[in-house]
């Protein structure tokens, strides 16, 4: 009996390990603009991340338009913040931010924010 009890708290021990380590770099703590804000057309976003990342892909998607691929710098550090040019000058509207990042142990982390431009 008590053995049985042993391996479910071990179990239990181990799913929460797995879901504070998943969760130590899958986490995007802000950005700028930041998720629904309503901004002039921004020159630049910046991600911050909870641990040291690679960015691997950034777009800002146009709500009913064509994503617009950012231009990544391929040869930037991993690091927890990462300032993004934009490239162009956005119209007023509603976007989304889709990006694909890489932790230091290679494991890739996506998600998306929006924001609006007035
Ligand atoms: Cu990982």
Redesign the pocket.
């Known amino acids: 009996m008590i053995r049985v009890f042993v391996a479910i708290l071990s179990g239990v021990a181990l799913a929460v390990t797995l879901t504070l380590?998943a969760a130590a770099?899958t986490t995007l703590t802000s950005s700028v603009p930041a998720d629904g804000a309503e901004v002039a057309p921004p020159e630049e976003l910046m991600l911050e991340f909870g641990a040291d990342v690679k960015l691997a892909r950034v777009q800002i998607v146009p709500i009913g338009g064509k994503p617009i691929r950012l231009k990544l710098d391929r040869s930037a550090p991993a690091s927890t913040k990462m300032v993004v040019p934009v490239g162009e000058a956005l119209a007023p509207g509603a976007y989304v931010v889709e990006w694909r990042a890489v932790?230091d142990?290679g494991?890739i982390m996506t998600g998306e924010f929006g924001f609006s431009v007035r």
């Open positions: 380590s770099h932790a142990d494991h």
